[in-house]
């Protein structure tokens, strides 16, 4: 296979290709823009006139060589500062895959454009640089991916070349970094020693380090296994809008429509709908390209219930021996991205799912010091930091743990005096619940 | 039985999501229509996510004056076929008004107006949403464009106050006189759309495709011969098999070489292809390096 060509435009829909979506974090110093415009360059995704403007703004700058920053720093502010500030995202495909890169910056003061970054990836590339070994950036960027649940870790050691494509110094990093994320929770991670500069290991495997075995890192990309990492075990089924045609022709339709957050749904299921409790069966699963007999993460459908009930948004759809949790109180992990701190009897507006109400700041449990993972008592969390906290809502929450479906165990606070998005919550488990199915 | 949707269905869900949600938390949304590819996957994705129902939004199209007349043809007969509402913002109503002032000269284009048409029509309608077919594959600055971006009450886009977005959670809290611009196709490429259309066998007007038209060079690329524009020095038009990548206005929206006239042969000039759809035909970025940014701060698509 040649990686990296986009070739074959025949358009159906038996073409099977899936989507990785994966985040970078990193500054401009460990080679980051450099190895994601290696990956593009390599794979043949920069297009000519991308690549001339490239060019021509490094001469004009006087880089003094093809600063390959410039392809995905696109405010006028990053450009003049030569920082990356904020998310971008890139858009790369090769025959086997399409991914959506999450570029964030590494720096401390951007924790939540990295945790934006991680929110939605089902990888994390991480970069050491060979020569100056794991660093409080890299154990603040293993640490996000280890909170935000990504389930794999690609761990970069760059600049090889520097330290003469050294096998010890490769073995050294790996120990250094697997004894460390230890006392993390992380599922999947691989070391892979590249030269984002030279090209080494990044598409094309390396000549210069025969001792490596495995892949490089696009052929990771390309292969690494995403399928099971959905929840597949738990129907979860947000009610997100009602479609109520009410004309001569659907008089009577009324469907429930959502994307599917969790678990598997068929025709016939019997299923408790949260918080009420009410119980009834799926009659159909309806698409505008017709039913379906079975819906699965992250499928947007239309569900039509047996028994008319008074479902509306926000309500949540189980199967009925296994319903998410009705939590009137719950503790979570929050990353903080206000400029005001949260503190203990703060109020948000809080968004889960498709689910909106107000939640009061009960506690902070603690503050989790990033670099050294201890836990340090506070009364507040200020901007970029994280820690446990306590939230009492004003009407319940259908909460699953985050750990187990990042759908349905994920919110974000709002404030109400600013509308800013304020808070990432990840919950970690219901102190008190209410309704009919308390569980897990 | 594999439980993984294929890339193109797994964005399709996400737009669908995407609607669903200004549907729901927004009180006057509208569909912003060019008569593009992307606003026309816009329109089906629309369907996808409400239908049996009609759409709970109207369309709205700015038209400068200065469109494609296929592409205003195929506008009015696409959104009948639907049975939805179109409201269409006349440019040249705002420059009758003197809310904008009319370029002169060779390089004239109503490019820049329109964002002065569409921010007094989401006004005028008191539209708190409006959902557009950009994509961040198309040019830097949208790169770092979030799917509900925020726009004050100036309609303007401040890209160093963006909210985080994560997950798939999405904040639309606007108060009154302010609005989100909603995009619902961020993550799809040229690409994608193509073999959207090709996959969903969608209309496009009929200049996407090959065909003879009267073209002139200017600045290597090649606009359409129309009353719109005038001619300098020896620009000299000439006939050749052209097709557009992007539908815009005839002033600022370049042809390109063609032969490809069916939807399979454009999908397969489009994976090959090795420029930009916005470098190869849009005039309107080539201002300067910020351009898209600087528009978009002021209120543009």
């Keep these: 296979m040649t990686p990296g060509v986009a070739t074959n435009g025949h358009a159906t829909r038996t073409q099977t290709s899936e989507l990785l979506r994966f985040a970078t974090a990193g500054s401009v110093d460990d080679g980051k823009s450099t190895l994601i415009g290696r990956l593009l360059f390599d794979s043949k995704q920069i297009l000519v006139d991308q690549l001339d403007h490239v060019v021509q703004t490094s001469e004009r700058r006087g880089d003094g060589y093809v600063n390959f920053a410039l392809l995905t720093d696109g405010l006028r502010a990053e450009r003049e500062q030569g920082i990356t500030i904020d998310v971008a995202y890139r858009y790369f495909q090769t025959p086997r895959r399409k991914f959506i890169i999450a570029d964030t910056p590494g720096h401390e003061q951007y924790t939540r454009n990295m945790v934006t970054g991680a929110s939605t990836a089902d990888l994390s590339v991480v970069l050491i640089d060979a020569r100056k070994g794991v660093s409080e950036q890299t154990r603040r960027h293993v640490y996000i991916a280890s909170l935000l649940r990504i389930p794999h870790l690609a761990v970069c050691i760059n600049k090889m070349d520097l330290v003469g494509y050294d096998e010890a110094v490769f073995d050294r990093l790996v120990y250094e970094v697997t004894d460390w994320a230890a006392r993390l929770e992380i599922l999947d991670i691989t070391f892979i020693p590249i030269s984002a500069l030279h090209g080494d290991n990044v598409v094309d495997r390396s000549s210069a380090m025969p001792w490596y075995d495995g892949p490089p890192l696009l052929y990771h990309l390309e292969h690494v296994c995403i399928a099971p990492d959905r929840n597949l075990a738990d129907v979860r089924f947000p009610v997100q809008w009602v479609i109520r045609p009410m004309t001569a022709e659907h008089h009577d339709y009324r469907g429930y429509s959502g994307q599917v957050a969790g678990g598997i749904l068929r025709p016939g299921d019997e299923v408790v709908v949260l918080p009420g409790g009410q119980r009834t069966r799926i009659a159909a699963i309806d698409t505008y390209d017709g039913e379906i007999d079975a819906a699965f993460p992250t499928m947007s459908v239309t569900l039509r219930l047996e028994d008319d009930l008074d479902v509306s948004r926000g309500d949540m759809i189980c199967l009925a021996d296994d319903p998410a949790v009705v939590a009137r109180e719950f503790e979570a992990n929050v990353c903080w991205m206000g400029e005001r701190p949260l503190m203990p009897g703060s109020r948000y507006a809080i968004k889960h799912t498709t689910r909106s109400a107000r939640a009061v700041v009960e506690a902070i449990e603690h503050r989790i010091d990033v670099n050294t993972l201890e836990h340090e008592h506070t009364d507040q969390l200020a901007l970029n930091q994280i820690g446990r906290v306590r939230l009492r809502v004003s009407s319940p929450m259908l909460v699953d743990p985050y750990s187990r479906n990042r759908t349905t165990g994920s919110f974000i606070l709002i404030d109400e005096a600013t509308n800013d998005t304020v808070g990432a919550g990840m919950v970690v488990g219901a102190t008190s619940v209410a309704g009919p199915t308390p569980s897990a | ?301």
């Design chain 2, 1 to 301: 039985m594999s439980y993984e949707l294929p890339h193109l269905e797994a964005l399709e869900a996400e737009s669908i999501h995407i609607f669903r949600e200004v549907a729901a938390e927004l009180e006057r949304p509208v569909l912003l229509f060019s008569g593009g590819k992307d606003s026309i996957v816009l329109l089906r994705l629309a369907e996808k996510a409400f239908r049996p129902a009609g759409f709970p939004f109207p369309i709205m199209h700015v038209d400068t004056g200065h469109n494609f007349p296929e592409v205003i043809e195929f506008r009015d007969r696409r959104i009948a076929e639907l049975g939805e509402r179109l409201i269409v913002s006349h440019v040249q109503d705002s420059i009758d008004t003197g809310r904008a002032v009319e370029e002169t000269g060779p390089r004239a284009s109503r490019n820049r107006l329109q964002t002065v048409t569409l921010l007094d029509a989401i006004e005028e309608h008191g539209f708190d949403a409006a959902f557009g077919g950009a994509r961040r594959d198309e040019e830097r600055a949208r790169a770092k464009e979030r799917v509900f971006s925020f726009r004050d009450d100036f309609g303007q886009w401040d890209p160093k106050r963006q909210r985080p977005e994560l997950w798939s959670l999405y904040n639309g809290a606007v108060n009154r006189g302010e609005h989100v611009r909603v995009f619902p196709i961020s993550n799809w490429t040229e690409l994608d759309v193509w073999r959207y259309i090709a996959i969903e066998n969608l209309e496009v007007p009929s200049i996407y495709f090959a065909h003879r038209r009267p073209v002139f060079e200017r600045d290597g690329m090649l606009y359409a011969h129309s009353p719109h524009v005038e001619l300098i020095d020896d620009e000299r038009p000439f006939e050749l098999s052209v097709r557009y990548r992007t539908v815009g206005d005839m002033t600022c929206t370049g042809a390109v070489r063609s032969e490809a006239s069916t939807l399979e042969t454009v999908v397969a000039e489009i994976a090959a292809t090795r420029i930009t759809e916005r470098g190869e035909t849009r005039a309107d970025d080539r201002v300067t390096e910020a351009a898209m940014e600087d528009r978009k701060r002021e209120g543009y698509f």
